[in-house]
């Protein structure tokens, strides 16, 4: 099988290691939150004053727009995708799925999915095909995660 | 049962949607600018949707610690990398390492809290990322 397009540099490596160390941070926050409130507020609050951190933060660091061209109105859209998984999983974690089935089912259609997109370079993002050792990796990966999932949080 | 099951395989499905939607977004803009748009974006729809079913403030959200509302920008920043590095190492590879350090975390900050959990199986599951990630590492080009 063919190796992947790019070899991964260090930094996009620990870059997105370390974001999943952050969702792992907004996922104790936000969870905390959805304690207190009801889910609706939980993910209301960080939309909101994730809004003003960003503005704030786009005031301060003035990045430079890659084209000046203005992209089509659907890549405004992905907010919206991301709202409705957190009223998805909502309704199935009171299901007899449960935290653990629901993250891993989770796990499960964010892999294929992604694999899909990136053999078909969907949504204009560059075309890749994922080589044996990256099926390796990700069949140790999601092996250890479904541990941790349904074994790790168990006395 | 079957139905909710279709739900969170789907709810996993638009979790990497809006990856590459973002990812397509920073493309045009930059990472900030997609992270910024997701979350005006997602809040317009989040008060809408809330607006019509009702309960937005119900519970004691007041009560809860100090802490608890660091999430959005965290977020922010969690965004903005998922949108800068999934169109530099692909939406699979982007996907996978950001679940690997989710994970791994996860583990350290329960360890951390002091969450009740299986030793062993915390230990064999860290293994088996970390033996994923050093696979993913080695051997390229």
């Known amino acids: 099988m063919p190796q992947s397009a790019q070899p991964t540099h260090l930094i996009h490596f620990a870059a997105a290691f370390g974001a999943g160390g952050l969702l792992s941070l907004m996922v104790l926050f936000n969870g905390t939150l959805a304690a207190y409130g009801s889910l609706f507020f939980a993910s209301w609050v960080p939309h909101l004053t994730g809004t003003v951190a960003a503005l704030l933060l786009l005031a301060i660091m003035r990045p430079k727009r890659a084209k000046a061209a203005r992209p089509p109105l659907w890549v405004y859209l992905g907010g919206v995708s991301g709202a409705v998984t957190v009223m998805l999983t909502s309704a199935t974690l009171n299901s007899a799925l449960a935290l653990s089935g629901t993250i891993a089912l989770g796990l499960a259609g964010q892999m294929v999915f992604c694999l899909f997109a990136d053999i078909r370079g969907l949504f204009g993002l560059p075309q890749r095909t994922p080589g044996a050792r990256d099926y390796l990796a990700l069949s140790l990966i999601i092996a250890g995660s479904l541990v941790l999932i349904f074994f790790g949080s168990t006395p | ?141």
């Open chain 2, 1 to 141: 049962m079957i139905g909710f099951a279709a739900l969170a395989i789907l709810a996993g499905v638009l979790v990497s949607l809006s990856r590459q939607i973002n990812g397509r977004l920073a493309l045009s803009t930059s990472a900030m600018e997609s992270s910024f748009w997701n979350h005006i974006v997602g809040l317009g729809f989040i008060t809408v949707v809330a607006a019509l079913a009702g309960g937005l403030f119900a519970g004691s959200p007041a009560q809860a610690p100090w802490w608890a509302y660091l999430g959005g920008p965290v977020g922010v920043i969690f965004i903005a990398a998922g949108s800068w590095l999934i169109a530099r190492i692909g939406a699979a590879q982007t996907a996978l390492l950001i679940i690997a350090g989710q994970m791994v975390f996860g583990v350290l900050l329960d360890m951390w809290l002091g969450a009740p959990g299986n030793l062993w199986a915390r230990i064999t599951g860290v293994a088996l990322i970390l033996a994923g990630m050093w696979v993913s590492r080695t051997g390229r080009d």
